[in-house]
């Protein structure tokens, strides 16, 4: 007989070895097996609409069942053109004139085409400027694809902005591309003009590409406004290769559909080859989920309904208002307000509340008041003082909740 304890064992890939995803990490199967164990567990760590009673609009469902009989088959790998069209008129409208069917690509989310779009662009070493905090994907799939993750921090004291002097000074010769997210996850913050303007002329002058997350740009409060960046390159030279992402996950909350896309705009002459690399990604992965691409050209034309959820009165914008005021009355809990998305980054005092682990500190506020958040360098951001919270339960279930959060930390001052 063969003895099996002499076979070796089966290993995962070395690239894997410093790709992190971690609001998905031991937080989440911590929170599993307590559900297991017959817990109710309030998750307030992941930015999933539908759950919280955010259901999309009927006319996206209606589209989808009513495509259905019509989407068995594969589609165009880059996806179907009229909901391509929808896409380029979309932005047709925001200002981007010649956005045309063939600068569209769809994808099963915005995830799906953040690592078509960083495979089809890196080689080991390149280096990719994100910022800290961020939506961690960016860094993970960066460093999959060989690259390196080079963080430009986001300034707390300062509405969560960037501060182009601190990106600049993190170019190097390797330096590939510029990402942002605005507005942006997990900190809030929306962009203005002049940050906007200064990022895209340092991907001018020092020719990166501008890769712009902006899948909550229709999520902003009070007079808040996200400016596409492709747009502000288009009116300052058009001569900035951008790559502008978004989707159906958040404005019309069917993050389960998957269902996003990609714009492709600037000098595209110069990025031909880049750009067969990019279809030929698109190509590999035969074609996004067909009837949700049904989905798109409804969703994109006629009325937001996101509107009625981000005004006074609305759900998002009342939960948001709650969950920063209820933040704020906690002793050592400083919070910035956001101006966009759906999400509130607060710092507890070190000198109140020395944490060595947030991760650790996270999975015992989960084990004793059944609230789930995500820490803080889940986002790569540099220290152990920070949590996300999702604003996305009703005004009582967070009252209730960050009630769990004081108490918690009341005992963690007293301990
Ligand atoms: N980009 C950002 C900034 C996000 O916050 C998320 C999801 O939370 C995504 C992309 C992924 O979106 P999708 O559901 O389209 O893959």
């Known amino acids: 007989f063969q003895d099996l304890t002499q076979q070796s064992e089966f290993k995962q890939a070395q690239k894997l070895r410093n790709v992190r995803y971690d609001v998905r990490g031991p937080i989440a199967e911590e929170a599993a097996r307590l559900e297991h164990a017959g817990h109710r567990i309030t998750k307030l760590n992941i930015g999933n609409m539908a759950p919280f009673g955010f259901e999309a609009p009927d006319s996206i ?15 165009d790998s880059q996806g179907i053109y009229s909901a391509r069209t929808a896409v380029a008129q979309y932005y047709q409208s925001r200002g981007m004139r010649d956005a045309e069917v063939e600068d569209v690509i769809l994808g099963n989310g915005v995830s799906e085409l953040i690592t078509m779009v960083l495979q089809a662009m890196l080689n080991p070493g390149d280096e990719v400027l994100i910022p800290a905090p961020d939506y961690p994907l960016w860094t993970g799939v960066t460093t ?15 509405r969560w902005w960037p501060d182009p002097e601190e990106i600049e000074s993190k170019v190097t010769p390797a330096t590939k591309a510029l990402v942002l997210i605005n507005p942006n996850n997990p900190t809030g913050a929306v962009y203005p003009r002049e940050i906007l303007e200064a990022m895209v002329d340092i991907c001018r002058r020092h020719n990166l590409i501008l890769l712009a997350d902006e899948i909550y740009e229709k999520i902003t409060y009070d007079d808040a406004e996200a400016i596409n960046a492709c747009t502000v390159v288009r009116d300052t030279g058009d001569d900035v290769f951008t790559i502008t992402f978004s989707g159906l996950s958040k404005t019309w909350r069917v993050a389960g559909f998957r269902s996003g896309w990609i714009l492709i705009s600037g000098p595209k002459y110069r990025a031909k080859n880049y750009l067969e ?27 937001q309904s996101i509107d009625e959820f981000i005004y006074p009165g609305g759900r998002l914008y009342e939960q948001r208002n709650a969950a920063y005021k209820l933040l704020s009355d906690i002793e050592g809990v400083k919070v910035e307000q956001m ?8 710092r507890l005092d ?20 059944k609230i789930l958040v995500s820490h803080g360098r889940a986002f790569n951001w540099i220290d152990d003082q920070h949590f996300r919270l999702v ?25």
């Open 339 to 346: 101006d966009g998305a759906m999400y509130l980054f607060p």
């Open 277 to 303: 690399g990019l279809t030929l990604m698109s190509n590999l992965r035969m074609c996004p989920n067909v009837p949700a691409q049904h989905a798109i050209q409804t969703a994109l034309g006629g009325y």
């Open 144 to 158: 999959l694809a060989g690259g390196r993750a080079v963080h430009y921090i986001c300034d707390e004291n300062n």
């Open 391 to 415: 604003t996305l339960p009703a005004v009582e279930e967070l009252e209730e909740a960050v009630a769990g959060i004081a108490d918690f930390l009341a005992d963690y001052r007293d301990a």
């Open 350 to 369: 070190p000198k109140i509340y020395p944490i060595d682990n947030d991760e650790a500190f996270v999975i015992e506020l989960l084990r004793q008041q």
């Open 61 to 75: 469902l209606v589209d989808m069942i009513k495509n259905l009989p019509t989407a068995q088959g594969y589609s």
